[in-house]
T-cell receptor, first 112, second 116 residues
Framework: AQKVTQAQTEISVVEKEDVTLDCVYETRDTTYYLFWYKQPPSGELVFLIRRNSFDEQNEISGRYSWNFQKSTSSFNFTITASQVVDSAVYFC?????????FGTGTRLTIIP | DAGVIQSPRHEVTEMGQEVTLRCKPI?????LFWYRQTMMRGLELLIY????????DSGMPEDRFSAKMPNASFSTLKIQPSEPRDSAVYFC??????????????FGSGTQLSVL
């Protein structure tokens, strides 16, 4: 069975600090997809990124960056120069041959 | 596009009553998902449809839960009879075809269900 672990339940940082959210996954599939979703206080889940298992290139999108390492089964998410609007719950998710599995989420609070 | 539309946003009902949650997916999306979110269990997939056909309902907790998708633009999730432990946020999501693995999911705003 596939599994996603987000060991950090809650993180608080002061605005403008960098913060990394960890995601470790388990799967026996050779082809799989990894995702990050953001759930702001309004409640709606928002897609951030989708990465397939054959593409280990790191990705940067503005202040957001993702580090995918198959050797450690990790797909970590870094926010650079955090802002108050980044406060949310962030979910890592995995899909292979099984249905999409979400981690338990990391609640990120940015302190002004 | 208006995005995935769910109704109602909030539902408060008494134990034993029937509850119907509604979802309108994004036009052109042919996959629809119902998720439940609770503090204890996180995000759980209840059921998903592809081209209006239920593909996997193994996440539906009990026979009290049922879901339908009569056409490409509408789906319902029904709980009958409802119980306090059904209290949760129920999300509907839609996406393009599943042929190449899970695509980007677009979520609705959710329905906050409270069963007293």
């Amino acid at each position: 069975a596939q599994k996603v672990t987000q060991a950090q339940t809650e993180i608080s940082v002061v605005e403008k600090e960098d913060v990394t959210l960890d995601c470790v996954y388990e799967t026996r599939d050779t082809t799989y997809y990894l995702f990050w979703y953001k759930q702001p206080p309004s409640g709606e889940l928002v897609f951030l990124i989708r990465r397939n298992s054959f593409d280990e290139q790191n990705e940067i999108s503005g202040r957001y960056s993702w580090n995918f390492q198959k050797s450690t089964s990790s797909f970590n998410f870094t926010i650079t120069a955090s802002q108050v609007v980044d406060s949310a719950v962030y979910f890592c998710a995995l899909s292979g041959n099984e249905k999409l599995t979400f981690g338990t989420g990391t609640r990120l609070t940015i302190i002004p | 596009d208006a995005g995935v539309i769910q109704s109602p946003r909030h539902e408060v009902t008494e134990m034993g009553q029937e509850v119907t949650l509604r979802c309108k997916p994004i036009s052109g999306h042919n996959s629809l998902f119902w998720y439940r979110q609770t503090m204890m269990r996180g995000l759980e997939l209840l059921i998903y449809f592809n081209n209006n056909v239920p593909i996997d309902d193994s996440g539906m907790p009990e026979d009290r839960f049922s879901a339908k998708m009569p056409n490409a633009s509408f789906s319902t999730l029904k709980i009958q009879p409802s119980e306090p432990r059904d209290s949760a946020v129920y999300f509907c999501a839609s996406s393009l075809d599943l042929d190449e693995g899970y695509q980007k999911l677009f979520f609705g705003s959710g329905t906050q269900l409270s069963v007293l």
